[in-house]
Protein backbone atom coordinates (compact mmCIF):
# COMPACT_ATOMS: atom_id res chain seq x y z
CA UNK A 1 0.00 0.00 0.00
CA UNK A 2 1.29 3.54 -0.81
CA UNK A 3 1.61 5.98 1.75
CA UNK A 4 -0.75 8.94 2.03
CA UNK A 5 0.37 12.29 0.57
CA UNK A 6 1.92 14.15 2.72
CA UNK A 7 -0.06 17.55 3.85
CA UNK A 8 0.12 21.07 4.91
CA UNK A 9 -2.13 23.96 6.42
CA UNK A 10 -1.48 27.43 4.86
CA UNK A 11 -2.17 30.43 7.55
CA UNK A 12 -2.19 33.56 5.57
CA UNK A 13 -4.15 36.79 5.94
CA UNK A 14 -3.93 38.25 2.31
CA UNK A 15 -5.63 35.75 -0.64
CA UNK A 16 -3.47 36.51 -3.14
CA UNK A 17 0.11 35.35 -1.07
CA UNK A 18 -1.92 32.16 -0.02
CA UNK A 19 -2.40 31.56 -3.47
CA UNK A 20 1.49 32.34 -4.48
CA UNK A 21 2.84 30.52 -1.58
CA UNK A 22 0.23 27.14 -2.97
CA UNK A 23 1.41 28.16 -6.51
CA UNK A 24 4.98 27.78 -5.39
CA UNK A 25 4.30 24.63 -3.40
CA UNK A 26 2.56 22.95 -6.47
CA UNK A 27 5.99 23.85 -8.14
CA UNK A 28 8.40 22.18 -5.85
CA UNK A 29 6.42 19.73 -4.03
CA UNK A 30 3.84 18.32 -5.88
CA UNK A 31 3.42 15.38 -3.83
CA UNK A 32 2.31 18.29 -1.19
CA UNK A 33 -1.88 18.41 -0.53
CA UNK A 34 -2.87 21.68 0.64
CA UNK A 35 -5.56 20.72 3.06
CA UNK A 36 -6.91 23.93 4.18
CA UNK A 37 -6.31 27.77 4.07
CA UNK A 38 -7.40 30.20 6.49
CA UNK A 39 -6.50 33.66 7.40
CA UNK A 40 -6.14 33.70 10.83
CA UNK A 41 -4.72 32.51 14.08
CA UNK A 42 -7.15 31.49 16.33
CA UNK A 43 -8.74 29.51 12.72
CA UNK A 44 -5.39 28.44 12.14
CA UNK A 45 -5.20 26.59 15.22
CA UNK A 46 -8.77 25.10 15.13
CA UNK A 47 -7.92 23.70 11.72
CA UNK A 48 -4.36 22.53 12.64
CA UNK A 49 -6.41 20.28 15.12
CA UNK A 50 -8.99 19.19 13.20
CA UNK A 51 -7.02 18.20 10.32
CA UNK A 52 -3.62 17.25 12.08
CA UNK A 53 -1.68 18.39 8.73
CA UNK A 54 1.95 17.06 8.39
CA UNK A 55 3.51 20.88 7.45
CA UNK A 56 2.32 24.26 9.08
CA UNK A 57 2.97 27.70 6.91
CA UNK A 58 1.75 30.16 9.32
CA UNK A 59 2.20 34.03 8.17
CA UNK A 60 4.06 35.77 11.65
CA UNK A 61 1.52 38.69 11.24
CA UNK A 62 -1.97 37.89 11.15
CA UNK A 63 -5.30 39.44 12.66
CA UNK A 64 -5.92 38.77 16.37
CA UNK A 65 -3.38 36.07 16.79
CA UNK A 66 0.24 36.22 15.39
CA UNK A 67 1.59 33.22 14.16
CA UNK A 68 4.32 32.79 16.55
CA UNK A 69 1.33 33.24 19.14
CA UNK A 70 -0.91 30.31 17.13
CA UNK A 71 1.63 28.20 17.27
CA UNK A 72 2.30 28.23 20.67
CA UNK A 73 -1.29 27.51 21.46
CA UNK A 74 -1.38 24.97 18.61
CA UNK A 75 1.50 23.20 20.69
CA UNK A 76 -0.29 23.48 24.20
CA UNK A 77 -3.29 21.73 22.71
CA UNK A 78 -1.85 19.24 20.31
CA UNK A 79 -2.49 15.50 22.01
CA UNK A 80 0.17 14.00 23.41
CA UNK A 81 -0.14 10.74 21.76
CA UNK A 82 -1.43 10.42 17.95
CA UNK A 83 0.22 12.20 15.38
CA UNK A 84 3.12 14.37 15.26
CA UNK A 85 3.80 17.76 15.81
CA UNK A 86 3.66 19.07 12.37
CA UNK A 87 6.63 20.70 10.80
CA UNK A 88 6.88 24.45 11.41
CA UNK A 89 7.29 27.08 8.81
CA UNK A 90 7.33 30.85 9.73
CA UNK A 91 6.07 33.08 6.10
CA UNK A 92 7.54 36.48 7.21
CA UNK A 93 7.85 40.03 5.59
CA UNK A 94 10.97 40.37 8.46
CA UNK A 95 13.80 42.58 7.51
CA UNK A 96 17.38 40.22 7.71
CA UNK A 97 18.02 41.62 11.39
CA UNK A 98 14.93 40.25 12.41
CA UNK A 99 15.42 37.25 10.87
CA UNK A 100 18.49 36.47 13.48
CA UNK A 101 16.43 34.73 15.68
CA UNK A 102 14.72 32.32 13.18
CA UNK A 103 18.29 32.18 12.11
CA UNK A 104 19.34 30.54 15.47
CA UNK A 105 16.48 28.14 15.55
CA UNK A 106 15.68 24.93 13.43
CA UNK A 107 11.97 25.96 13.06
CA UNK A 108 12.58 27.15 9.42
CA UNK A 109 10.86 30.46 7.53
CA UNK A 110 10.25 31.64 4.06
CA UNK A 111 10.41 35.73 3.20
CA UNK A 112 7.48 37.67 1.36
CA UNK A 113 7.45 37.66 -1.70
CA UNK A 114 8.10 33.57 -1.37
CA UNK A 115 11.18 32.54 -4.14
CA UNK A 116 11.32 29.30 -5.76
CA UNK A 117 14.44 28.52 -4.71
CA UNK A 118 14.66 29.56 -0.46
CA UNK A 119 11.19 27.96 -0.72
CA UNK A 120 12.80 24.62 -2.32
CA UNK A 121 15.58 24.18 0.15
CA UNK A 122 13.17 24.83 2.72
CA UNK A 123 10.69 21.83 1.33
CA UNK A 124 14.15 19.48 1.25
CA UNK A 125 14.78 20.41 5.15
CA UNK A 126 10.71 19.54 5.87
CA UNK A 127 10.92 16.11 3.28
CA UNK A 128 14.16 15.34 5.81
CA UNK A 129 12.40 15.27 8.85
CA UNK A 130 9.13 13.73 8.23
CA UNK A 131 8.60 10.75 10.19
CA UNK A 132 7.88 8.39 6.84
CA UNK A 133 11.83 9.90 5.85
CA UNK A 134 13.06 9.17 9.91
CA UNK A 135 11.24 6.78 11.23
CA UNK A 136 14.19 5.56 13.90
CA UNK A 137 13.82 9.74 15.16
CA UNK A 138 11.45 9.27 18.19
CA UNK A 139 7.91 11.85 18.24
CA UNK A 140 8.48 12.87 21.40
CA UNK A 141 12.05 14.43 21.10
CA UNK A 142 10.92 16.13 17.59
CA UNK A 143 8.14 17.70 19.74
CA UNK A 144 10.23 18.79 22.67
CA UNK A 145 12.62 20.18 20.40
CA UNK A 146 10.15 22.13 18.55
CA UNK A 147 8.74 23.40 21.74
CA UNK A 148 12.32 24.76 22.82
CA UNK A 149 12.48 26.23 19.91
CA UNK A 150 8.95 28.36 20.15
CA UNK A 151 9.56 29.17 23.51
CA UNK A 152 13.26 30.78 22.80
CA UNK A 153 11.49 32.81 19.40
CA UNK A 154 8.59 33.93 22.05
CA UNK A 155 10.97 35.34 24.28
CA UNK A 156 10.82 39.37 24.40
CA UNK A 157 13.74 41.65 23.11
CA UNK A 158 15.88 42.67 25.91
CA UNK A 159 14.86 46.42 26.96
CA UNK A 160 16.92 49.27 26.32
CA UNK A 161 15.70 50.74 29.75
CA UNK A 162 15.82 49.50 33.13
CA UNK A 163 13.89 46.52 34.20
CA UNK A 164 10.62 47.68 36.47
CA UNK A 165 11.28 48.21 40.36
CA UNK A 166 7.50 49.28 40.74
CA UNK A 167 3.61 48.48 39.58
CA UNK A 168 1.15 51.10 39.32
CA UNK A 169 -1.87 49.59 39.78
CA UNK A 170 -5.60 51.75 40.18
CA UNK A 171 -7.78 51.46 43.05
CA UNK A 172 -10.89 53.38 42.70
CA UNK A 173 -9.26 56.87 43.01
CA UNK A 174 -5.99 55.84 44.51
CA UNK A 175 -2.48 54.76 42.63
CA UNK A 176 -0.82 51.91 44.33
CA UNK A 177 3.36 51.73 44.14
CA UNK A 178 3.66 47.91 44.13
CA UNK A 179 7.05 46.75 44.69
CA UNK A 180 7.74 44.14 41.90
CA UNK A 181 9.90 41.86 44.44
CA UNK A 182 6.62 41.61 46.07
CA UNK A 183 4.77 40.52 43.16
CA UNK A 184 4.49 36.57 43.14
CA UNK A 185 3.06 36.12 39.78
CA UNK A 186 1.23 38.07 36.73
CA UNK A 187 -2.00 36.50 34.99
CA UNK A 188 -3.42 37.72 32.14
CA UNK A 189 -7.32 37.95 32.59
CA UNK A 190 -9.01 39.58 29.94
CA UNK A 191 -8.36 42.75 28.97
CA UNK A 192 -6.56 43.33 32.35
CA UNK A 193 -3.14 41.56 33.84
CA UNK A 194 -3.51 40.27 37.41
CA UNK A 195 -1.16 40.84 39.76
CA UNK A 196 -0.66 38.78 42.51
CA UNK A 197 0.99 39.56 45.61
CA UNK A 198 1.31 37.34 49.12
CA UNK A 199 -1.86 39.52 50.47
CA UNK A 200 -3.22 41.53 47.81
CA UNK A 201 -4.84 41.06 43.90
CA UNK A 202 -4.76 44.24 41.78
CA UNK A 203 -5.49 45.17 37.98
CA UNK A 204 -3.14 46.60 35.52
CA UNK A 205 -4.21 47.15 31.94
CA UNK A 206 -0.85 46.76 30.78
CA UNK A 207 -1.05 43.39 27.94
CA UNK A 208 1.40 40.93 29.52
CA UNK A 209 3.03 41.07 26.80
CA UNK A 210 4.27 44.93 26.85
CA UNK A 211 4.62 44.18 30.51
CA UNK A 212 7.34 41.02 30.37
CA UNK A 213 10.11 42.92 28.33
CA UNK A 214 9.84 45.21 31.38
CA UNK A 215 10.72 43.17 33.95
CA UNK A 216 14.19 41.12 34.60
CA UNK A 217 14.19 37.58 33.26
CA UNK A 218 16.49 36.33 35.74
CA UNK A 219 13.39 36.85 38.42
CA UNK A 220 10.51 36.86 36.28
CA UNK A 221 9.41 33.35 34.25
CA UNK A 222 7.08 32.68 31.45
CA UNK A 223 5.70 29.70 32.52
CA UNK A 224 2.25 29.95 30.38
CA UNK A 225 1.03 32.04 27.58
CA UNK A 226 -0.90 34.35 30.19
CA UNK A 227 1.62 33.37 33.22
CA UNK A 228 4.85 35.20 34.65
CA UNK A 229 5.76 34.07 37.90
CA UNK A 230 8.34 35.32 40.10
CA UNK A 231 11.23 32.64 40.19
CA UNK A 232 11.88 32.85 44.12
CA UNK A 233 8.48 32.73 44.54
CA UNK A 234 8.40 28.56 43.53
CA UNK A 235 7.59 26.27 46.27
CA UNK A 236 7.70 23.33 44.34
CA UNK A 237 6.94 21.98 41.25
CA UNK A 238 5.09 18.85 40.52
CA UNK A 239 4.61 16.50 38.12
CA UNK A 240 1.32 14.26 37.34
CA UNK A 241 1.17 11.00 36.08
CA UNK A 242 0.38 12.44 32.03
CA UNK A 243 3.65 14.73 32.57
CA UNK A 244 2.04 17.85 33.14
CA UNK A 245 3.87 20.30 35.36
CA UNK A 246 2.59 22.54 37.71
CA UNK A 247 3.67 25.25 40.62
CA UNK A 248 3.09 25.87 44.17
CA UNK A 249 4.01 28.92 45.82
CA UNK A 250 5.33 30.06 48.74
CA UNK A 251 2.61 32.75 50.28
CA UNK A 252 -0.56 31.53 48.22
CA UNK A 253 -2.32 28.86 47.70
CA UNK A 254 -3.01 28.90 44.13
CA UNK A 255 -1.67 26.09 42.13
CA UNK A 256 -0.28 27.45 38.36
CA UNK A 257 -0.31 25.26 35.40
CA UNK A 258 3.06 24.96 33.12
CA UNK A 259 2.05 25.24 29.45
CA UNK A 260 3.30 22.78 27.39
CA UNK A 261 5.91 25.26 25.57
CA UNK A 262 7.64 26.76 28.92
CA UNK A 263 8.19 23.03 30.12
CA UNK A 264 11.75 22.78 28.80
CA UNK A 265 12.35 25.54 31.95
CA UNK A 266 12.28 22.96 34.19
CA UNK A 267 13.43 19.79 32.31
CA UNK A 268 16.07 18.62 34.54
CA UNK A 269 13.44 17.57 37.19
Given at each position: ??????????????????????????????????????G?????????????????F?????????????????????????????????V???????????????????????????????????????????????????????????????????????????????????????????????????K???????????????????????L??S??????R????R???????????????????????????????????????
Amino acid sequence: MNPAPPTALIAEDEPLLALALQAELATVWPALQICATVGDGASAVTQALTLQPDVLFFDIRMPGQSGLDAAAELAEAWPATGRPFPALVFVTAYDQHALEAFDAQAVDYVLKPVQTARLARTVEKIQRSLPAANAAAPARHGMDHTLEQLRQLLLPAAPAQAHLRHIQASVGHQIHLVPVQEVLYFEAADKYVRVITASHEYLIRTPLKDLLPQLDPSQFWQVHRGTVVRADAIERVLRDEAGKLTLALRGRAAVLGVGRVYGGLFKGM
